[in-house]
């Protein structure tokens, strides 16, 4: 039966059925590397995104395509993941911002919608890159506008087609992609979507089609609203994290928020006349459920006593710190080395755990100053940090570092009575004055250049680049010191894992000292996952 139209709840429908394909294909998209390393996160932080904007567009009770998408993208920005996760958000709103005013949709808004995401996600990136996911949104948008019919489920699988043969060719366009073997893994995800939601909508019956999914029936594992962003670090003014859900009719989204303003902090209000959603800091959560008591019926209610989480930031006065900055890093070792060099606050995240666009906005917004630096310390966790940065009401500052060591060297030029211009500029400044390597181990067989890699091999990475592999650290450990280790006054400091025996390395590195002479050589507890050595020169 040819379908013409779609509205917020097939919508609905289509989200549901591309999260569900998404979490069931994410280990495989995960494993998508360039390089074999246990590092690979595009379909989970893809799918974690998407989760986030189902959860927003199962929470309006319209019928409403525009509503919804709206919802749905609000979601997305929020959720954003990883580098991956960002483009997909901003998809997301191009998709909204094409369809806001519409109550339902057609094949040709389908079209334009696409079109319109595609555009946002080009723009997202500073330098796009084809042969990426940007590719595959783009030529299935054209992929779309080609398309004469009417019928919405033939332009869906043309549309599907359009992607899947894009995807095919991105390792025509990069020449990195078909030395690993592989498609890129963000534009296998946006295709893995376009299949989860098509499958969805062929196979909803015409009463599924008009009733919603209902929000209970969501995978815990997939739903990621506000309650995330619990584990980030919280102010201490105000100790209980209130979340929930009004609804009603002809609910004022402004009236309501400015009803809570007084009340607490960190307050967000978002969502439409029918289902508007509350998260807010106060110490008296009764008061604000007796205040939005007032506007409808509330459901969906959570409060959190967050004291235990004061403790970084009881030492210092919100209104006199001129700056603050937030670090990224995972490892209690990291951690505490990032702290102690000046970070106010250190997010867990890094490697297979990269903090979502809500989460970073939410540290922010309780950072002790007006004016935030943020150091991401991983390539995969800007974009989302940059998001951020564009959505706080605060002055942020992204210092683009893409490694803990980087992120070390910036902390290392810090100087808190300096101007937050000042530091920015010594921070950049630093980044390219250390040079970072890694070990870990393959996660598959493949052959990288000259090097033969078995699965379980230790491999090592110097700036990103796989220079080594083999069964033994000594050697690993030696290729690496030999790239990056010339002549004499160099520092060069090893971070070891949660993993590694800190005698061993030792070993290693008195030897390492006896070979390179005249350079001084550190080791320090990282504690962090994934890999065994975190290394920096400088």
Known sequence: MAVYTFNGDDLKIMLRGAVDLLEQTKDEIDSLNVFPVPDGDTGTNMCQTL???LKEALNVESHHIGLVAEASARGGLL??????????????????????????ASAADLAEALEKGAQMAYRAVLTPVEGTILTVVKKTAEGAANQRSNDLLRVMVAVMKSAFTALQKTPDLL???????VVDAG???????????????KSASPMAKTTAPKTETLKTSQA????????????????????????????????????????GDSLLVVGDSCTVKVHIHS?????????????GQLSDLKINNMSEQYKDFISYDKNNKPFAVIAVGAGEGISSILKNLGADAVLAGGQTLNPSTGELLEMAAQAPSVKVIILPNNKNIILAAEQARGLSSKEITVIPSTSIPQGISALLSLNPEDTLENNVNRMKEALSSVSSAEVTRAVRDTTYKDIVIKKGQLIGLVDDDLITAGDDMSKVLNDILGKLVEGSGKLVTLYY?????????????????????GNEFELQQGGQPVYDLIISVE
Do not use: W
């Open 497 to 517: 894992g949660e993993n590694v025996n800190a005698g061993e390395i030792e070993t290693l590195l008195d030897a390492a000292r006896e070979k390179y002479e």
């Open 51 to 53: 989760a986030s904007s």
């Open 175 to 181: 020449p990195v992609l078909k030395q690993a073997g």
């Open 224 to 263: 990621q609203n506000l309650s995330d962003f619990e584990r980030s670090l919280q102010s201490l003014n105000f100790i209980y994290c209130t979340e929930l859900m009004i609804k009603g009719k002809h609910l004022a989204i402004d009236k309501i928020k400015s009803e809570l303003l007084p009340y």
């Open 79 to 104: 959720g954003a993941r990883g580098n991956s996760g960002v483009i997909l958000s901003q998809v997301l709103q191009g998709f909204a911002h094409s369809l806001s005013s519409k109550e339902q």
């Open 187 to 201: 534009g296998k995800g946006f295709v893995t979507i376009l299949e989860g939601a098509l499958q969805a909508l």
């Open 283 to 295: 110490n008296h959560p009764g008061l604000i459920l007796e205040c939005c008591l007032k506007h």
